[in-house]
């Protein structure tokens, strides 16, 4: 069976407001990309929250195939659970819950931040701020 990437229903809105074709301050034209840059945001604020009622939209797991993906969810998962045992193959779900959970928190400060009203300008001040420990 595949595995999926899910999200709490109630951040649907916010993970769709970020990749709004109508809008003029699009980013990120896929959903994994706003989920990754959620969840790096949450985890470097050290924020993360269970998912509630998820969204029957989840994102297939190999479409983040290709990408920094699986370095991503090994780094937040170790450094999470302090034990290099989570990178074994038996605990692939726990570090996709642990994403999940780092993603839906950030979908929150993002939403919070306004992120998805910033134009490319003040995304890139506001990473860069995030880097400095201004955020």
Known sequence: MTKRIN???????????????????KVFHEYWEV???????????????????????????????????????????LVKEEKPDVLNSDFEDSRIRIFEEYADAGLDILNDDAVHEMSVIQLADYILEMTEGDL
């Open 7 to 25: 999200h709490s229903e109630s951040k649907k809105l916010i993970l769709k407001s970020f990749k709004d074709s109508r809008s003029e301050h």
């Open 35 to 77: 989920q990754i840059f959620a969840a790096s945001v949450a985890f470097q604020r050290n924020v993360s929250s269970k998912l509630t009622a998820v969204s029957g939209s989840s994102i297939d797991f190999i479409t983040f195939g290709g990408t920094m993906w699986p370095g991503c969810l090994n780094a937040m998962a």
